[in-house]
């Protein structure tokens, strides 16, 4: 048997789409019992049959962004350059759940870039309350484009050039849809793959790698509706805000909550305009999170 390199392009579960090196497709599965693979990572395959492989090993990762609560660890997607978090003018989306994607991606060794897509900008009317919405982000340089999926996406085609983007978000907010008109032939995949597994859906349920004809690949991820950040620790928190990651170490006390301390030094930034109250609500109820994670441990 010959060891191949290539590339998980879908996860579903114990069982692996990989595309070799050499073009070739193949249907792979982990020789351990525990899988701890995910889509983007770069593995090492031996043959076992036609079109079939077993995961012998996993080579380095770049990165892995993943969620975590105080029982499990969900992998998302690895060896990124750019997280695209798609959101819409309706139905409403969840702040706070951007700024713990943008937490996820910003705790990395090496912050992952990170851009926010307003999607559904046809319906003009709610155009002027999402933008508002996200102008917490865009204070303080995460950059927003505007598009509607279903007229025109090249603003966002240019900025996946040359990327590994992953689209992420809540449910309903269009990034099927997205990935459909960025790259067509993604539909007649998802349809198979829904033949294959014997789904009977077309809602994205699991991760799925599609390389761009423009140079790049985009990984479409299943909608999320929560974005646990269990993994990190109170400083990982605290630095993954970027407000925040400037001020570490100048408020008075080092154990400070950013509460009612005085001179806290992340209050005064909410003060003076440097971080939104929103913000400051999401870093306060993270951190609370934290502390009712260590207490339920003793």
């Given at each position: ?258 509460e009612i301390e005085p001179d806290c030094a992340v209050r005064l930034a909410v003060q003076e305009g440097r971080m939104h109250p929103r913000r400051h609500q999401a870093l306060l109820a993270l951190l609370a999170e934290k502390r009712a994670s260590i207490v339920a441990k003793y």
């Open positions: 048997m010959s060891a191949l390199c290539g590339r998980i392009v879908a996860a579903f579960g114990r069982h692996y789409e990989v595309i070799l090196d050499n073009g070739e497709k193949l249907r792979c599965f982990p020789r351990a019992k525990k899988s701890l693979y995910a889509c983007g990572d770069r593995v090492e395959i031996a043959l076992t049959g036609d079109k079939q492989g077993v995961i012998d090993a996993l080579l380095p990762r770049q990165n892995m962004l993943y969620r975590a609560d105080a029982f499990k660890e969900k992998l998302i997607a690895s060896n990124l350059t750019q997280v695209v978090i798609v959101v819409a003018t309706e139905p409403g989306f969840n702040d706070e759940l951007i700024t713990r994607c943008l937490c996820g991606a910003e705790s990395q060794e090496q912050p992952i870039p990170a851009l926010i897509v307003l999607n559904k900008c046809d319906i003009v009317a709610q155009v002027p309350t999402a933008r508002k919405a996200l102008q917490q982000f865009s204070d303080i340089g995460y950059p927003v484009l505007e598009l509607s999926a279903l007229s025109d996406v090249s603003l966002l085609r240019e900025r996946l050039i040359g990327q590994t983007s992953l689209l992420v978000g809540q449910s309903g907010m269009g990034k099927s849809t997205l990935t459909n008109a960025l790259i067509p032939e993604a539909h007649a995949a998802t349809r198979e793959i829904s033949e294959v597994l014997d789904s009977g859906k077309h809602t994205t349920t699991h991760a799925r790698l599609y390389a761009l004809p423009e140079g790049g690949a985009l990984i479409d991820s299943p909608g999320v509706q929560v974005f646990g950040l269990a993994h990190l620790g109170t400083g990982e928190i605290e630095a993954s805000f970027r407000e925040v990651r400037e001020v570490i170490g100048t408020c008075r006390f080092r154990d400070c909550r950013h």
